[in-house]
């Protein structure tokens, strides 16, 4: 399995989180991989700003972004590793909603509210409010869409899973894989300037080297 392969197939639910950088780690990232890997994980097309920062304002409100957050801890949680929450994949998301993504803010408070709505009717609490194995449950019956409230609860959960994944596994010029949590979980080298020959075709063992702005212009 290539490396597009496995970060298709833990996209598409194929593989788990563990299975996913298991595979990468065997498979060794190598300096061809590593552009096949950047364009599979490519975010779109982002607005930025002429000294090289992500535009703003961001979209969600401390509300919804909470609710976010939290469910993006139990799609890509915590272990011997960080999370979705500690690379800024929220963080990512609501930059994304400010810009590029702007036409899918309205689906986000949508679902979000009517996650809310269910949890608050279920639980008596927020979705942030409930403990990982409740949070999990919900999750579970949103994908499989049998949570009635949530209008296309299915085809929501996919697209905020896809996007928390992007946030993970981004440039981190886009506001997320802070401190390239994800790139060094798998061996992502980044925005490496070339390799030495000894690189071609091997697993490259370099740090990851992140983008830092456009090139300033000559005065």
């Given amino acids: 399995m290539s490396t597009e392969d496995a970060v298709r197939a833990f996209l598409h639910k194929k593989i788990t989180r563990r299975e ?11 300096a061809g991989a590593a552009y096949a ?15 090289g920062t992500v535009q703003m304002p961001r979209a969600l409100k401390p509300a919804e972004f ?8 139990r799609i ?3 272990t011997d590793t960080p999370g979705a929450i500690e690379a800024g994949s ?9 810009n590029p993504y702007k036409s899918q803010l309205a689906r986000y408070q949508h679902g979000i509210a009517d996650l809310e709505k269910f949890c608050n009717a279920t639980f008596g609490k927020s979705f942030a409010a409930l403990d990982a194995h409740q949070q999990d449950e919900v999750l579970e019956q949103l994908d499989e869409g049998k949570i ?4 296309d609860g299915r085809q ?8 928390v994944l992007e946030g993970f596994f981004c ?40 983008f830092d702005g456009p090139p300033q212009k000559r005065a």
Avoid at 20 to 30: N, P, Q, S
Wanted: glycine share 10%; net charge negative; proline share 7%.
């Fill in 20 to 30: 996913f950088t298991e595979r990468l780690r065997d498979i060794g990232v190598t």
């Fill in 37 to 51: 890997f950047a364009e599979t994980l490519s975010a779109g097309n982002w607005a930025v700003a002429a000294d």
């Fill in 66 to 73: 909470k609710v976010v957050e939290a469910v993006a801890g």
């Fill in 76 to 78: 890509m949680p915590a």
């Fill in 90 to 98: 929220t963080d990512y998301i609501d930059i994304a909603l400010a």
């Fill in 148 to 151: 009635k409230d949530v209008a």
């Fill in 156 to 163: 929501f959960f996919e697209m905020v899973r896809r996007h």
């Fill in 171 to 210: 440039e981190p010029h886009y506001g997320g894989n802070k401190d390239m949590i994800g790139w060094k979980l798998v061996g992502f080298p980044g925005q490496q300037y070339g390799y030495p020959d000894p690189y071609i075709n091997k697993k490259i063992d370099l740090p990851p080297v992140a």
